[in-house]
């Protein structure tokens, strides 16, 4: 016999579709913009992988955690949903690509060596509030 508990989990599993995750992923990146400093910040979403395109902190506000927020919050909502999450590292102005990839490992990302300086993050599951 299938628990009331049960019920709503299925119930609530079938309402994640992709549709369900391109809507969610754009509420997340206007949430994300409003962040002091974004000047730039773009996601995309496929085959249950968000992709972060872009995220440009002005200059004046840089050191000071921002991306490191807007980061933490897609992670957050990546394995909300079971999603994996990539990027390219793309040095900016300077900074060095080994840099940046340990900046970046910091959140979980591994290196891909594939000629493109793909960066990617597996879901991390949620632990369970069930007792």
């Given amino acids: 016999?299938?628990?009331?508990?049960q019920l709503l989990n299925e119930k609530e599993s079938?309402?994640?579709?992709?549709k369900f995750i391109k809507e969610q992923l754009k509420l997340l990146k206007k949430e994300l913009r409003k962040y002091p400093g974004i000047d730039e910040l773009n996601l995309d979403y496929f085959d249950k992988t968000i992709t972060?395109?872009?995220?440009?902190?002005e200059i004046e506000y840089r050191g000071k955690g921002i991306?490191?927020?807007v980061i933490k919050?897609?992670?957050?909502?990546?394995?909300k949903y079971q999603l994996d999450v990539d990027l390219m590292a793309s040095p900016?102005?300077?900074?060095p690509?080994?840099?940046?990839?340990k900046y970046y490992?910091?959140?979980?990302?591994?290196?891909?060596?594939?000629?493109y300086d793909t960066m990617i993050r597996k879901y991390k599951k949620q632990k369970s509030t069930d007792n």
Avoid: H, Q
Wanted: net charge negative; aromatic share 16%; charged share 25%.
């Fill in 1 to 5: 016999m299938i628990s009331l508990i």
């Fill in 14 to 18: 079938i309402k994640v579709t992709d």
């Fill in 52 to 57: 972060i395109d872009y995220i440009y902190v």
């Fill in 67 to 69: 991306a490191g927020n």
């Fill in 73 to 79: 919050k897609i992670l957050e909502f990546a394995d």
């Fill in 92 to 95: 900016v102005e300077g900074y």
């Fill in 97 to 101: 690509l080994e840099n940046l990839i």
């Fill in 105 to 115: 490992e910091r959140f979980g990302f591994r290196y891909i060596n594939d000629g």
